[in-house]
């Protein structure tokens, strides 16, 4: 089992992490510059989704206190 986990792992270290490499040769960059890029794209974009849903929810509780519906003139 210990064999077959390494052997996907190195596969993926030497196919799939080579497209970092290509790009950063394509571009004239190090390798490292464009993984660290990619990561702080991935939290960047993940940072703002959150901070979309916390003004959405923000907003539908503010609209449901200002907008309650009042059973009476008593309730004012």
């Known amino acids: ?7 996907i792992r ?3 270290e030497r196919r799939g992490f080579y497209v970092s490499s290509r790009l950063a040769d394509k571009i004239g960059m190090r390798a490292k510059s ?3 890029f990619f ?3 991935s939290f960047f ?3 703002i989704g959150f901070v979309v849903y916390l003004t959405l929810a923000f907003w539908l509780k ?3 206190l200002v907008y309650t519906k ?3 003139v ?3």
């Open 10 to 12: 190195y596969f993926f």
């Open 39 to 41: 990561i702080y794209a």
């Open 62 to 64: 503010l609209k449901d």
């Open 45 to 47: 974009t993940m940072g």
């Open 34 to 36: 464009v993984r660290l």
């Open 70 to 72: 009042r059973s009476s």
């Open 1 to 7: 089992m210990l064999t077959l986990i390494h052997n």
């Open 74 to 76: 008593f309730d004012l």
